[in-house]
T-cell receptor, first 113, second 113 residues
Framework: SQTIHQWPATLVQPVGSPLSLECTVEGTSNPNLYWYRQAAGRGLQLLFY??????ISSEVPQNLSASRPQDRQFILSSKKLLLSDSGFYLC????????????FGPGTRLTVL | GENVEQHPSTLSVQEGDSAVIKCTYS??????FPWYKQELGKRPQLIID?????GEKKDQRIAVTLNKTAKHFSLHITETQPEDSAVYFCAATRGGSQGNLIFGKGTKLSVKP
């Protein structure tokens, strides 16, 4: 069966520091991968998605970037964090084989101070 | 751009009553409509979904209805239980973009014992 991992689970970072969040998927090949951000008490905002290695699409202009160095690895990064980057970051995958079901990872709660 | 509106934002019901959450979408090409349940601090979990070639789908106490003409779909929970308390999100696919979902802002459901 497929599983999705994210780490770290929680992170507290100072303003201006770099960020690297990692997401990996097991049990499937060539998945579509997604990064979402959820602000406290708010909905899900799609940040990036990827349909293959090295292929990244950005949904909103922002302080963040994404990379997909391997088929089942998706990384969210920032060179300098802002206070507004705080939130719950969720990685998700879908099979990309004509189905749309998306399955979420456990999330990373980021607090920027 | 494409949009998904979700109502109500909060809903409080007595245990055993029914709960209904409604969503409307703007993209007539949308063809897949999932519902997610998110408990506090946890990841969103897919609870039911419906495709555009079906008008209704039921799974035990949960049902979803779709009206393509009116571009709206609804989640129905019968015989609610305290463990149904959570935030529920609807979503719709962005037409022509496989797998990408546009989410509603969520409904916080509280079931009072």
């Amino acid at each position: 069966s497929q599983t999705i991992h994210q780490w770290p689970a929680t992170l507290v970072q100072p303003v201006g520091s770099p960020l690297s969040l990692e997401c990996t998927v097991e049990g499937t090949s060539n998945p579509n991968l997604y990064w979402y951000r959820q602000a406290a008490g708010r909905g899900l905002q799609l940040l990036f998605y990827s349909v293959g290695i090295g292929q990244i699409s950005s949904e909103v202009p922002q302080n963040l970037s994404a990379s997909r160095p391997q088929d089942r690895q998706f990384i969210l990064s920032s060179k300098k964090l802002l206070l507004s980057d705080s939130g719950f970051y969720l990685c998700a995958w879908s099979s990309g084989q004509g189905t749309n079901e998306q399955f979420f990872g456990p999330g990373t709660r980021l607090t920027v101070l | 751009g494409e949009n998904v509106e979700q109502h109500p934002s909060t809903l409080s019901v007595q245990e055993g009553d029914s709960a209904v959450i409604k969503c409307t979408y703007s993209d007539s090409a949308s063809n897949y409509f999932p519902w997610y349940k998110q408990e506090l601090g946890k990841r969103p979990q897919l609870i039911i979904d419906i495709r555009s070639n079906v008008g209704e789908k039921k799974d035990q106490r949960i049902a979803v209805t779709l009206n393509k003409t009116a571009k709206h779909f609804s989640l129905h929970i019968t015989e609610t239980q305290p463990e149904d308390s959570a935030v529920y999100f609807c979503a719709a696919t962005r037409g022509g973009s496989q797998g990408n979902l546009i989410f509603g802002k969520g409904t916080k459901l509280s079931v009072k014992p």
